[in-house]
């Protein structure tokens, strides 16, 4: 059986990434086809593999702004040759062209967020005037070429059961879950320090922001670890006790998230790895009450956190301070054992079983039949 494994793209190293390596081991003789790649940017286990960009890849360094084109790139991609094709979807990856006789699989990270729920926001707020007037035209044609490219997956495996909830009002599609893998035995307890510690992409709908001026406000220290579009506008509004890290290493972040108070997670995330990285490394969870952040933070036996209500600097403000009080009876031990289920063994265990499992489209069954067999 030939498989080929299509990844949105290659530029950087994120949870979506990490989730690739993973499906790298599981086939490891898989071809890998994506829209752009930096090969300085990946795993060498994932660089093992036979990569093919599509011809948008010398134009990389402008990807954001070459989403229109995406889904004619993704469809010129030739996967006649392969039996079993795996896509890592987030951005566009499902929309390929596969054969009448080949199994199509799409582990969904999430529905492009940009143009189904979070389209008004980007909409009327989060980009720049002149760029609205272009993205309104742009949106819907997505949003129609979208829905009409999940018609051409077989089977959906959903990383999180909020984002099964948004496979299912954004493409009307049945969805299993998974959730991704994390390498909860790398991780460590040590000492906290006196600092918070934020673990994200910087972009508008993390509500970054929202902790900038909540932790300003409070005079307490925050440390932001991560990259992307956002970083000059957080800069402009931090107050001194708010340093940002850049892109880390995954040794550096380790020891970051080992000498934290807690993680801050201040928007709704598809899974979120970085609260489970948290949780592996003994320390609790400050975090939005809603999305992924609920099915990964246990908020009592044991107590991994606290979860707030709305986006908003006062009610964080208010959930650090109700952290504080509770601060003492966190027990790292149990929240390192509470992570292990999310562990790396798991994920492949169960993928493993839906790829071995007959297809669906042929043997119509429940689409969760085979998804925890390990259990």
Known sequence: MRAAIVHYWLLNWRGGEKVLESLCRLLPDADIFTLFYDPAAVSPEIRRHRITPSF????????????????????????RAYDLVVSSESGPAKGVLTSSSARHICYCHTPMRYIWDLYPAYSRQWLPAWKRAIFAPVSNYLRLWD??????????????????????????????????????????????EDYYLIVSELVAYKRLDVAVRAFARMGRRLRVAGDGPEFKRLKRMAAPGIEFCGRVPDSELRGLLARSRALIVPGEEDFGMAPVEALASGK????????????????????????????????????????????????????????????????????QAILAAPNPSEHPASPCEFANTDE
């Open 147 to 192: 829905f009409a490219a999940a018609a051409r997956v077989d089977q959906f495996v959903a990383n999180s059961d909020n984002v099964r909830r948004r496979i299912q009002k954004s493409w009307r599609r049945d969805a299993c879950v998974v959730h991704p893998p994390v390498a909860v035995d790398s991780f460590y307890w040590r000492e906290p």
């Open 284 to 351: 609790p969870v400050i975090a939005l009450g809603r999305g992924g952040s609920l099915e990964s933070v246990p908020t009592a036996d044991p107590l991994g956190g606290v979860f707030f209500d709305e986006p908003e600097e006062a009610h964080l403000v208010e959930a650090v301070d109700r952290f504080e009080r509770l601060e003492a009876q966190v027990r790292p031990r149990d929240l390192q054992a509470w992570a292990e289920q999310f562990s790396e063994a798991h994920f492949l265990a169960r993928m």
């Open 56 to 79: 948008l890849n010398p134009l990389r360094r402008h990807y954001r702004e070459l989403l229109p084109l995406m889904p004619l790139a993704l469809e010129q991609f030739d996967l």
